[in-house]
Nanobody, 126 residues
Framework: QVQLVESGGGLVQDGGSLRLSCALS????????MAWFRQAPGKERDFVAG????????YYADSVKGRFTVSRDSAKSTMYLQMNSLKPEDTAVYYC???????????????????WGQGTQVTVSS
């Protein structure tokens, strides 16, 4: 059974930084694509950044490009999201997710992700 546990959220001021972690346990049965999503109150869950577990490919939403960096430590089975220059509009619950192994290629659509963490709250004050 796959388990994802996020940590590192919190309250930070406008322009500040946070680093989120996502610890993965269990077998993902061939799924290579992991991602961060976020969901603000009353809004849909949006793709933030993704990374291939075995390769080096990354992909970012335009809204975070140049400010956020996704990385992973395979030895620790952990994915990270370094968030710099945070803005109030970055306030949301952040989730990590593993793509459904039945999906070919990579995707940014939340319904194509099979395994999810419980989420961690990020609040950026102005």
């Amino acid at each position: 059974q796959v388990q994802l546990v996020e940590s590192g959220g919190g309250l930070v001021q406008d322009g500040g930084s946070l680093r989120l972690s996502c610890a993965l346990s269990g077998r993902t049965f061939g799924s290579d694509w992991m991602a961060w999503f976020r969901q603000a109150p009353g809004k849909e869950r949006d793709f933030v950044a993704g990374i291939s577990w075995r390769g080096s490919m990354t992909y970012y939403a335009d809204s975070v490009k140049g400010r956020f960096t996704v990385s992973r430590d395979s030895a620790k089975s952990t994915m990270y999201l370094q968030m710099n220059s945070l803005k109030p509009e970055d306030t949301a619950v952040y989730y990590c997710a593993v793509q459904d192994p039945q999906i070919v290629g990579v995707t940014t659509i939340s319904r194509n992700f099979k395994y999810w963490g419980q989420g961690t709250q990020v609040t950026v004050s102005s």
